[in-house]
T-cell receptor, first 113, second 110 residues
């Protein structure tokens, strides 16, 4: 199994631009999570899906952030418009079942200038 | 919400030394995992250990769920063990996901 696959690995964009991060979970996993890591706030949950349905999006910072999971093998996290304070590493993780072992992707390092 | 406290925040070791990292949590949990974030930023799953003891090579972990803590033991540390160790817990309530502690930063020198 290739694990959780995220793309791109690095993204540098100008303030105001739209950014789309992508994630392919492990085949057969039915829960998918988006986390953000910053020095100030550590690892924080943004949103998670169970069977492609968003369950908890209370961690999404504001309306500029949106996430979708159109099918069991693909999810996107979109920021529009992006701001410098969005600069962080964004991780995607997947698991089978609510209390299963989480597997993380390699992350996307986003820099907004 | 649940609180996850890790100690110590920083640890410096000589190669070959042993260490114990601690994770305290404030409420009952369904899941507890230990992760290692290496210098390249990857989050590597070390243990899935909601209770009991597990060992994997030089690393072992123990979780005492009734007393709300978990310990990660690193024996004969190597420079490749350097990085940040995170404890993460899944609260025993519906509609939640893993909550991370702030981590322990380990530096192992040769």
């Amino acid at each position: 199994d290739a694990g959780v696959i995220q793309s791109p690995r690095h993204e540098v964009t100008e303030m105001g631009q739209e950014v789309t991060l992508r994630c392919k979970p492990i085949s057969g996993h039915n829960s998918l999570f988006w986390y953000r890591q910053t020095m100030m706030r550590g690892l924080e949950l943004l949103i998670y899906f169970n069977n492609n349905v968003p369950i908890d999006d209370s961690g999404m910072p504001e309306d500029r952030f949106s996430a979708k999971m159109p099918n069991a093998s693909f999810s996107t996290l979109k920021i529009q418009p992006s701001e410098p304070r969005d600069s962080a590493v964004y991780f995607c993780a997947s698991t089978m079942g609510k209390a299963g072992s989480y597997t993380f992707g390699s992350g996307t390092r986003l820099t907004v200038v | 919400g649940i609180q996850v406290e890790q100690s110590p925040p920083d640890l410096i070791l000589q190669e070959g030394a042993n260490s114990t990292l601690r994770c305290n949590f404030s409420d009952s949990v369904n899941n507890l995992q230990w992760f290692h974030q290496n210098p390249w930023g990857q989050l590597i799953n070390l243990f899935y250990i909601p209770s009991g003891t597990k060992q994997n090579g030089r690393l072992s972990a123990t979780t005492v769920a009734t007393e709300r803590y978990s310990l990660l033991y690193i024996s004969s540390s190597q420079t490749t063990d350097s990085g940040v160790y995170f404890c993460a817990v899944l609260p025993n309530q519906a509609g939640t996901a893993l909550i991370f502690g702030k981590g322990t930063t380990l530096s192992v020198s040769s």
